[in-house]
């Protein structure tokens, strides 16, 4: 495809499920970036990918929150026992290398009820 | 803890003025920086991208960068109602990473 896609686009779950978020990033980059965005607020960095590097994870809020992306292909971001307040957009990115402009996905609404 | 810094706003500009946007960042050594827009319920896009000192221009919109002061702006010219949106300025961090820290955004506001 030609730009990063998300999926699910919205999910409605319930609080204590755990859910899966794809993110599927543009063709060869291999720099890819999870951020949370709440209602109304800045982007809130979770997780960076880049390459055969370790990620750096510093931005994941709690033990809840994981992410794993094999190779330079597909990343999945897992939330497990959500909460009310894990409801937000996850936005996914993905740049060709760490230092380039980075191309956002539509993002995953995800609403814990 | 490396940051990216711009005010807030609202930031309310009357049409066919210019707007203009400030940012400063904390890592000396970034070389890349980058303004997106965001416009509500959207993801963000890139808008404009800056690696050397002095401004950058295309089209309607400039993007200056000062490394001495550490000091990045975006300068939107004849601004229009479709330009109300959420700006948000990025910076690399001078690492083996590289990874690219957002600020929390201006949001701008072209009123009629």
């Known amino acids: 495809g030609a730009g990063v896609s998300q999926s699910p686009s919205n999910k409605v779950t319930e609080k204590g499920k755990d859910v899966e978020l794809r993110c599927d990033p543009i063709?060869?980059?291999?720099?890819l970036y999870w951020y949370r965005q709440r209602l109304g607020q800045g982007l809130e960095f979770l997780i960076y990918f880049q390459g055969n590097s370790a990620p750096d994870k510093s931005g994941l809020p709690s033990d809840r929150f994981s992410a794993e992306r094999t190779g330079e292909s597909v990343s999945t971001l897992t939330i497990q026992r959500t909460q009310q307040e894990d409801s937000a957009v996850y936005l996914c990115?993905?740049?060709?290398?760490?230092?380039?402009?980075?191309?956002f996905g539509q993002g995953t609404r995800l609403t814990v009820v | 803890q490396k940051e990216v810094e711009q005010n807030s706003g609202p930031l309310s500009v009357p049409e066919g003025a210019i707007a203009s946007l400030n940012c400063t960042y904390s890592d000396r050594g970034s070389q890349s920086f980058f303004w997106y827009r965001q416009y509500s319920g959207k993801s963000p896009e890139l808008i404009m991208f800056i690696y050397s000192n002095g401004d950058k221009e295309d089209g309607r919109f400039t993007a200056q960068l000062n490394k001495a002061s550490q000091y990045v702006s975006l300068l939107i010219r004849d601004s229009q109602p479709s330009d109300s949106a959420t700006y948000l300025c990025?910076?690399?961090?001078?690492?083996?990473?590289?990874?690219?820290?957002f600020g929390s955004g201006t949001r701008l506001s072209i009123r009629p």
């Open positions: 063709s060869g980059h291999t720099a």
């Open positions: 990025a910076a690399t961090e001078d690492s083996s990473a590289s990874k690219i820290i």
């Open positions: 990115a993905s740049s060709l290398e760490g230092y380039t402009e980075a191309f």
